[in-house]
């Protein structure tokens, strides 16, 4: 087990050292050969160089700027008007924010009443915070203050496939229309009911939206529940990362077709690493609608909880949060497929609602400097909050 622990320290080690931005040819060639300079010796403080600790040896592979910016401290506020915490109210995972006629907009998951949980009668109780959820819209001209302006997409009619649930939602503006992605789950809601990712899409940011007809997107198909109690840890096989749920989703246009990201959950889920065995997957289509393909590159990030996903530099940059090894991470990646670590965070705000009216390219956390978060008032109520984030420039004593 040690071992184990040991190659996986040196694996993030490897990868945050791989992902930080290498400055020069010269710098990576030099790092190749192993060639230590005086100038990186004293950056990094080691007096000798033929006693190299393995955290020093590490170190040396670093780049002598460090890249601050994908580094961020963050703080969580109260927001105003209609999406103030109320009680019996729940308000959950917003949507990121656009912008029209000067004021923002947010999409997210509504539901009244308390959490029944899954022990009583499935049929009449809710078993989630997120469960009997509809989509609602609300607007702000500050992003403090918000008016709640009414129902976007209310769940199916019975027998659809989104007759019990539609939550977790992510808005996209493509060429004059407005595209809601969104969770979806058909009753009964038992533990192994599957979760599918639903799309609507109006001409108007205020709707009327259209449903498309069939999910979007499905978990896999090949894993085996083991006997037919209602036990989602109890599987013959697991299947792929997302054999269970497919959830969180967010869909981004990017080089000329359409990444929709997402969160996997698997049947028999486990725990690993302290927590949730959660993975992220990208699935990708020609057009909006779809049809969306999985990617077979897939999983894409093996830690990481809500999607929270932003061009950056050509690329696609990600907050990977909550599960797994690599948590309280922001990554990049080229292609919008190959993450690499480069910058780590104590900690963030969950479920974030992006604000997508910022110039992403100012500064790779520029899109995290304010937006929308939720937080857990208890067990049974959630409400949506404001975040702020910063990065660290410098570090005084008082009076300094
Ligand atoms: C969230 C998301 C999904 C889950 C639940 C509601 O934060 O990961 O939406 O289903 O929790």
Known sequence: MKSKIHLFIAVLGISLIISCNCNTKTENLMKEKNIVTDEQLDFLGITHKDKLSAASKRALK?????????????KVEDLKGDLAYEEGVVRRDPSAMIKHDGKYY?????SVGPTDGFAGDIET???????????????????????????AVARGEKGSYDDRSVFTVEI??????????????????????KNQVGLAWSNSINGPWTKSEEPILSPANNGIWKGD??????VEKKGDFDSHKVHDPCILPYKGKFYLYYKGEQMGEQITFGGRQIR????????????YIKSEYNPISNSGHEICVWPYNGGIASLITTDGPEKNTVQWSPDGINFEIMGVVKGAPHAIGL?????N?????????WGLTHEYKSYDYQYIRGFKTWNVINHKAKGE
Not at 62 to 74: A, H, K, Q, R, S
Not at 280 to 291: E, T
């Open 229 to 234: 109690k209602q036990d989602r840890f109890a």
């Open 125 to 151: 109780s809710k078993v989630f915070p997120w469960d009997r959820c509809d989509i609602w819209y609300a607007t702000s001209e500050d992003g403090i203050t918000w008016k709640e302006e009414g129902i």
């Open 172 to 193: 996209m503006e493509w060429e004059g229309v407005y595209y809601l992605c969104y969770q979806t789950v058909g009753g009964p809601y038992n533990v192994r009911v």
């Open 361 to 369: 390219d100012k500064n790779p956390t520029e899109i995290l400097r």
């Open 280 to 291: 992220h997957g990208v699935a990708i289509a020609d057009n909006p609608k779809g049809p």
């Open 62 to 74: 670093w780049p002598m700027d460090l890249g601050n910016e994908w580094f961020f401290e963050y």
């Open 106 to 110: 947010v999409w997210y998951s509504k």
């Open 355 to 359: 604000n997508r009216t910022v110039d």
